[in-house]
C-alpha cells in the first residue's frame, strides 16, 4: 500500500509560479513510476506529467512543456511538479498518482493522493 500527500496548491496571478510536492510512504517510493495527472471543475482527470523510477525519463502534456518541471527525490519518497508561467486554464485540483511504470494513461496508476487545488486568476 502507498499512501501520497500532495500540497503546494494554492492562489496564484497569471504568470507567476507554484510548486506541488508529493510526499509518499512507505520507503517504497523508489520502485514506482509517478504522474501528476488534474481535473478542472466539471471536466475529466488528465495526465499532466510522469517520471520514471529513476527519473531518467519525463513525460509531459503539450499543454505544459516548456512551463512545467516534473522532478523527484528518491532519498526524500517525494516527487514534485514546478509549475511556471501559469495560466487561468491550468486552474484545477492536481493529484499525484503512483504506477509500477511509467505512463500517461490514469488506469495505469494503482495509488492516488487526495489532490491538491491549484488556482490561477486572470
Known sequence: QVQLVES???LVQAGGSL?????????????Y?????RQAPGKERKFVASISQTGSIEYYVDSVKGRFTISRDNAKNTVYLQMNSLKPEDT???FCAAASTISVRDNDYDYWGQGTQVTVSS
Not at 19 to 31: K, Q, V
Not at 33 to 37: E, L, S, T
Open 92 to 94: 484545477a485540483v492536481y
Open 8 to 10: 503546494g496548491g494554492g
Open 19 to 31: 510548486r506541488l510536492s508529493c510526499a509518499a510512504s512507505p520507503r517504497t517510493f523508489s520502485a
Open 33 to 37: 513510476a509517478m504522474g501528476w495527472f
